[in-house]
């Protein structure tokens, strides 16, 4: 704290402290004289009335030498001054001696001859000091005044008494000051100088550019706003700092990288002021009650890790289902809400579905239709209508939400997302002409005899054909699409466009592989999580082993985790030295259980792990951990960081982001990356070890390949493959999907005619 401070701070203290302690001290002494006095006043009154009552007979009798003899028994009483008997004359009877001298000079303390005799009751001051004083008239049988009785005491030490009393009330004031003001400014000191200066210094490191550590901040009571503000503060310095300094080094090789910079720059100038919005059935931040109480949450979802950086770099507006036991108690009136929590870039809005709309549109249609129509895995498709009319209802629920955002913005851009809204571009185009709509799908778009088996493909395809663009991982997907339009609908196909021409409307149809945020270098990522411990992170799961493996998935039957499983047996069946060396550690995050084939995955899951685990395990080793629940993604960054290599054996993807983040994540260019040919991440990762995933002898040798691999060789593919990653990120995705989009020409005015397709004014009706 500076000196200035702690010198007003203390002498406004030490003023308000001693006015404070005086003021009761003067009203403490002053009320002890007072009792004093009070006292002596009581006690000279009773003295001088029993006085009186021997004194009486005496005067009346003229018996002068008995009332000497009275008086001076009191001669030498403590405090008692003495004691004074006039007859009604004046006269002075008796004496007590040396007392005339004293009040002589004070010639009202004398009776005056012929005066009205009256009580008295007072202090007096005198040269000698100060004198208490009773006056009591003598009454003769008949009542008659025959004189008067004083008794005086000397009052002297009420103001000794009330001098000392002064005097230790004023140390009293003094040392309560000191101790006051001094604990006062050593708590100051301590308790809010010290966190302040801690904050200065680590504030000045983060400037200087050092990155020391946060220190260890008070985060409660008052202080708690201003921790948590200074943390954020640090961490956009830091983050900010990091962008900046990785353009520069991209400037300087020369190269041209996206990032979320050259992103916002990017969608201002080709929007030109028009706002973005996004679609997704899943939304990016989940509410829920806790026991701690209201907890946000990160769905696992690869299209949440790929939009969620673009939303925030450009302040669009995302539409998505409220999954979240706790979300409608985080939104506005308009179901609306700021994210991320923690430092909100962007707007969610919030749409609720009822459960036989999530039975029937997520569950049902969306996911035992559409996913396994497109995914070939060998799991059948199941239709039925009851799903198809939720999938249209909540199609159009989506579009009057979406309609409802997009109310006063001109030239809206709207990137739609996935296989849940097939429906939605023709119904925002009927509507809002104007718009510029993409749709991205996700997944991959099969061949169109497998398209073909769904009883509502030309809808389907004519709600897509509504899009300005629709964009697939890979051309091969494009061309599946292609072919399938030509085979179900009547349109015109331009091939060397890649454009589809129907009812006086051309969609656009382009390959767009998506990705993550990037492979920065180290100086962008968390301290923290850059050195993780992988024999700390395997003691926490009760084994030990020198190897470890790793897979992330969704436990989902695309993605080939029985099949991995199987592979890791067969892989310690051939290779049995590297038995209680390598431990694979599975993150399975439960996803769609209300589906029957996604509980019998499940199972068979469990069971696979169980059965070789109890093959081969001893006591403090075993060959697969299945860890089955969500992680965030900060867990999940300490496996990838530490893996020796990571299996993606997907029996089909659209493209798999868990390749790419794991690569983004090597900053040590070590790990080997293991992925199934059938991601459509292979075609960009060429530097993986390529696997069949229905192949188990080839997978079992790719893991021993990847374990064997010489560092050199592990380094120099892992480096490629990096640099595929930075290059080609989701920054670049969303503005080559966003150039390609405004490239479309969209209607200028809204209200162009527009033929709802039969079988959506059916179900509306
Ligand atoms: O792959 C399609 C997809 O929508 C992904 O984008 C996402 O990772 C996954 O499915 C999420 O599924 P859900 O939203 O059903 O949990």
């Known amino acids: 704290m500076p000196i200035s401070l702690t010198y007003r701070l203390s002498t406004a203290l030490i003023s308000a402290v001693a006015v404070v302690s005086l003021a009761f001290a003067f009203f403490q002494t002053r009320a002890d004289t007072l009792g004093l006095r009070r006292d002596l006043e009581d006690h000279a009154q009773v003295l001088a009335e029993s006085l009186v009552r021997s004194a009486e007979p005496l005067v009346a009798r003229h018996a002068n030498r008995e009332l000497r003899r009275l008086v001076d028994r009191f001669k030498d009483r403590e405090q008692i001054a003495g004691i004074l008997v006039y007859d009604a004359s004046g006269t002075p009877l008796a004496t007590t001696p040396g007392l005339a001298r004293r009040v002589e000079q004070n010639p009202d303390l004398f009776l005056q001859p012929g005066a009205e005799v009256k009580p008295v009751n007072k202090f007096v001051k005198l040269a000698s000091g100060t004198i208490h004083v009773v006056s009591l008239p003598l009454h003769a049988d008949d009542d008659m005044v025959i ?59 983060l400037r200087m550019g050092s990155g020391a550590n946060p220190p260890n901040m008070p985060d409660q009571g008052e202080f708690e706003p ?112 700021r994210v991320p929590p923690d430092h909100p870039q962007y707007s969610l809005r919030r749409v609720w579905l009822t459960e036989e709309e999530e039975q029937g549109f997520y569950f049902g249609f969306a996911n035992e239709g559409v996913w396994p129509l497109c995914h070939i895995a060998h799991t059948r498709p199941l239709f039925r209508i009851e799903d ?67 009883p509502w493909q030309s809808e389907l395809l004519d709600g897509l054909l509504g899009a300005d663009l629709i964009g697939f991982h890979l051309q091969a997907h494009c061309n599946n699409f292609l072919d399938t339009v030509g085979r179900a609908l009547e349109s015109r196909i331009e091939r060397e466009d890649f454009a589809v021409h129907r009812n006086g409307h051309a969609s656009l149809v382009r390959p767009f592989p998506i990705s993550v945020a990037g492979a920065f270098e180290e100086l962008s990522a968390p301290r923290e999580l850059t050195h993780p411990e992988r024999g700390g992170l395997l003691d926490k799961l009760g084994v030990r082993a020198s190897f470890l493996g790793i897979g992330v998935d969704r436990v989902d039957y695309t993605k080939g985790i029985p099949e991995r499983f199987r592979a890791i047996e067969r892989f310690f069946e051939k290779y049995p030295a590297y038995r209680q060396e390598l431990t694979f550690v599975q993150i399975g995050s439960p996803s769609r259980t209300q589906i029957r084939r996604y509980q019998e995955l499940m199972d068979e899951v469990v069971q696979e792990a169980e059965r070789i685990n109890y093959r081969f395990q001893t006591r403090d080793w075993k060959p697969i951990v299945f860890l089955n629940r969500h992680h965030s993604h900060k867990e999940i960054l300490q496996y990838y960081r530490t893996a020796d290599f990571c299996l993606v054996t997907s029996l089909h993807d659209g493209m798999n982001l868990v390749a790419k983040e794991f690569v983004a994540s090597r900053y040590d260019l070590q790990g080997v990356l293991i992925l199934s040919r059938f991601a459509g991440a292979s075609h960009e990762l060429g530097d993986a070890v390529s696997v069949n995933p229905y192949d188990t002898e080839q997978m079992a040798d790719s893991i021993c390949q990847a374990l064997e691999m010489r560092p050199e060789e592990r380094r120099m593919r892992m480096q490629r493959m990096r640099v595929t990653v930075r290059e080609h990120n989701v920054y670049r995705w969303a503005g080559r999907l966003i150039e390609a989009l405004c490239e479309t020409r969209p209607a200028k005015v809204p209200g162009a005619p527009y033929l709802v397709p039969t079988a959506m004014t059916r179900s509306a009706s």
């Open 388 to 454: 198809w009319e939720y999938y249209q209802a909540v199609n159009r629920k989506f579009a009057d939400a979406l309609l409802e955002e997009m109310e006063f913005e001109d030239s809206p851009v709207v990137l739609m997302q996935d296989y849940h809204f097939a429906l939605l571009p023709r119904l925002i185009k009927a509507a809002r002409p104007d718009a510029r709509v993409a749709i991205f799908w996700h997944i991959p778009w099969p061949n169109p005899e497998a398209f073909g088996i769904c």
């Open 147 to 205: 004189g008067d009785l004083s008794l005086f005491h000397d009052a002297a030490y009420i103001d000794l008494q009330a001098a000392a009393m002064w005097r230790r009330a004023f140390t009293g004031v003094i040392i309560q000051t000191i101790l006051i003001v001094a604990v006062t400014l050593l708590t100051l000191r301590w308790g809010v100088g010290r966190p302040l200066r801690r904050m200065a210094d680590w504030l000045h490191h």
């Open 226 to 337: 201003l921790t948590r503000e200074v943390r954020r503060l640090a961490s956009s310095l830091t983050e900010a700092r990091a962008a900046a300094e990785n353009e520069a080094r991209l400037r300087d090789l020369g190269e041209s990288s996206w990032s979320p910079e050259r992103l916002r720059v990017f969608v201002q100038t080709r929007l030109g002021g028009s706002r973005l919005f996004a679609v997704s059935n899943r939304e990016p931040y989940e509410h829920s009650h806790q026991t701690g109480g209201i907890e946000c949450s990160v769905p696992a979802s690869g299209l949440v890790t790929a939009m969620e950086p673009i939303l925030r770099a450009c302040d669009g507006t995302w539409v998505a289902q409220g999954t979240g036991d706790a979300d409608r108690d985080t939104v506005d009136e308009f179901d609306r809400v």
